[in-house]
């Protein structure tokens, strides 16, 4: 098993800011790192993807400009900066990672092999 972990969360007003961070025990370069969310009553959803390799990202459009992924290879971590924050923001966030490169057609929770546990974000009016 390969753990991930998260953290960073936290309770915020409309418009700030929070950094969300994955720590991982992957030292390989194929493989796609992505952050999900998932809001009360509603399926779990890709925010944004990274891939190893490459350095290429994906981020969806429903928090595009707003949201940004990176990594840090040195330090085997994985960030979502998440700016302008909305109350509509609020969910369980996770980080979730696969073998292989980034794909948006791959981009679906059953693909991912490996989940944190997950950080919770709450977005105040």
């Known amino acids: 098993q390969l753990q991930l972990a998260e953290s960073g969360g936290g309770s915020v007003q409309a418009g700030e800011s929070l950094r969300l961070s994955c720590s991982h025990a992957y030292t390989y370069s194929g493989r796609c790192m992505a952050w999900f969310r998932q809001a009360p009553g509603k399926g779990r959803e890709v925010m944004a993807s990274i891939d190893s390799g490459s350095g290429l990202t994906d981020v969806t459009d429903s928090v595009k400009g707003r949201f940004t992924i990176s990594q840090d290879s040195a330090k085997n971590a994985v960030y979502l900066q998440m700016n302008s924050l909305k109350p509509e923001d609020t969910a369980m966030y996770y980080c979730?990672?696969?073998?292989?490169?980034?794909?948006?057609?791959?981009?679906?929770?059953?693909?991912?092999?490996?989940w944190g546990q997950g950080t919770r974000v709450t977005v105040s009016p």
């Open positions: 979730a990672a696969r073998l292989g490169s980034c794909n948006r057609a791959l981009n679906t929770e059953n693909h991912y092999n490996y």
